[in-house]
């Protein structure tokens, strides 16, 4: 174990931040879109029968659109807004207290009983509050566990599953919904300019699944984990036991059921405007699929987290005058600088593999193989969430990692009447099932630190033998759920189905 952690060690610090590699991915396509220009490559595609010749980026045009699109690139770049509302509502939440607050009731809360699936629950529809789910339900859930007699590691390692091995299943549309139905949109336009991939359009598969990986992640936990801890890592008087479980104050109990109410009204204010068939939130036949209702869902949830925030933030104090609105929102935009940095050059990236043609020309190609091997379908499909996971283990951002494979993907997989949404919930199932044990994430290290306020000389093989089981087996299992789905012939979201025809 030792020996595979070193070497995944060593290959992901060879990588470059994921800035700099799209940068480095960026000058690659020059160079290979005037190579294969010079050479005269094109392709047929298939769907319009037209030619489609791979333009160089360093002619003169090729020049001078790189020089003069820099800005319109990001700017225009389809996640770039829809991260930023998102964040505006949801921060505004999160920096009040709400988030951790409901976190804390759900857990806390919770019937011994019930206990691990509550926090699988929780963990897993808690990516709604991004680190805050890590840093707050991790201890949280150690602490509840040793309360009731059991081991807090299990409870630590539960958490650390739901948060990061189900990261992609969600009861609520997220901030990644919005980032990953921008980049797909992105990618999907390098074969029909007019496609479109809304942040709802894997709900029905992935709100399905939250019950699906709780279940799962239940019985491994009580039945595989724990009771390996308890043979290997028994609770003894190493363990320390001055850790309090926090207890919620009057004025957070209020505020909660202020916002229960408050959810209530917002809703049934949605439901009175979409309901009249003659609703301008309708399409023209009075049907919601597709409609503007489903494209004003990033506004609708912005309305939403705002709403809940001021009652909660108002309640508890955390906002005493208006001037407190824009600066927790302006809080919450801070903590995505980061990734705006990034949004820059994998906006620069996309924009150049579009214009070359390269993006086509590899569609058309991969696509043209894939139906000449038979190699479709469901094996496809497995083979798909196979090379995500494996990916993913050394490229933990899973916008970094979707940024690269979207634009190569995507457009090979629709060549084959694959939906572009489809694939995108393909990708889910890889890019969070191995989140937890992989060295490369950021939360790795925040997790052993948890566990090891326990037990001290709890090491890193330790930890990744603890969450092996817990991610082999959301992997296998969300794909077999997959499988299921498909064969049922379920949509994944609203008009959404494997095949786009």
């Known amino acids: 174990m030792q020996s595979v952690l070193s070497s995944i060690e060593r290959v992901g610090n060879k990588l470059p931040h994921p800035f700099i590699l799209f940068t480095i991915l960026a000058v690659v396509v020059v160079v290979i879109s005037a190579l294969l220009a010079a050479f005269g490559v094109s392709a047929v595609n298939p769907q319009t029968g037209d030619t489609v010749y791979v333009q160089s980026l360093l002619s003169g045009d090729g020049v001078e659109f790189m020089l003069t699109s820099v800005v319109s690139n990001f700017v225009n770049f389809p996640p770039l807004g829809l991260i930023l509302v998102v964040m505006f509502g949801i921060g505004l939440a999160d920096k009040v207290g709400l988030m951790s607050t409901l976190m804390q009731v759900s857990v806390a809360k919770a019937p011994p009983s019930l206990l691990t699936f509550c926090v699988f629950m929780a963990g897993i529809c808690g990516s709604i509050a991004s680190d805050a789910n890590y840093l707050i339900l991790i201890p949280l859930a150690a602490m509840v566990y040793y309360s009731v007699g059991r081991h807090p590691i299990a409870g630590a390692a539960a958490a650390y599953a739901a948060a990061g091995a189900g990261f992609d299943a969600s009861l609520f549309i997220t901030v990644g919904d919005a980032l990953f139905a921008g980049i797909t949109t992105d990618a999907a336009r390098l074969v029909d300019p007019d496609a479109y991939v809304s942040p709802v359009d894997n709900y029905y598969f992935v709100a399905c699944s939250v019950f699906v990986l709780a279940i799962v992640g239940t019985l491994i936990v009580d039945k595989v984990v724990e009771p390996r801890l308890q043979r290997t890592l028994p609770m003894g008087k190493d363990f320390k036991t001055d850790i309090v479980k926090p207890e919620l104050t009057d004025a957070e109990k209020r505020g909660l059921k202020r916002v229960g109410v408050a959810t209530l009204i917002y809703l049934a204010l949605v439901f009175i405007a979409v309901l009249p068939e003659a609703s301008p939130l309708r399409n023209e036949e009075g049907g919601l699929i597709p409609s503007p209702f489903l494209r004003s869902l990033v506004p609708l949830m912005f309305g939403y987290f705002v709403t809940i925030g001021l009652v909660y933030g108002i309640t508890t104090g955390k906002i005493k005058t208006s ?179």
């Open 323 to 501: 001037r407190d609105v824009p600066q927790r929102m302006a809080e919450s935009a801070s903590d995505l600088a980061p990734t705006l940095v990034l949004f820059f050059a994998i906006a620069q990236f996309i924009a150049y593999f579009r214009w070359s043609e390269l993006g086509q020309y590899i569609a058309i190609e991969g696509s043209n193989i894939l139906q000449s091997t038979g190699f479709t379908g469901l094996p496809l499909v497995g083979a798909f969430i196979a090379m995500s996971a494996v990916l993913n283990v050394f490229m933990t951002s899973g916008s970094a990692q979707w940024a690269l494979m979207a634009p190569v993907f995507v457009p090979m997989l629709m060549m084959i009447d694959f939906d572009p949404a489809f694939v995108l919930a393909m990708f889910r199932i890889g890019d969070s099932s191995t989140n937890i044990i992989s060295p490369m994430s950021p939360y790795f290290s925040v997790a052993l630190v948890y566990m090891q306020r326990y037990k001290p000389d709890m090491g890193l093989g330790t930890l990744i033998a603890t969450m092996l089981p817990l991610a082999a087996s959301f992997l296998l299992a969300w794909s077999a759920f997959l499988m299921f789905w498909l064969a049922m012939g379920w949509p994944i979201g609203p008009g959404v189905y494997m095949m786009a025809n």
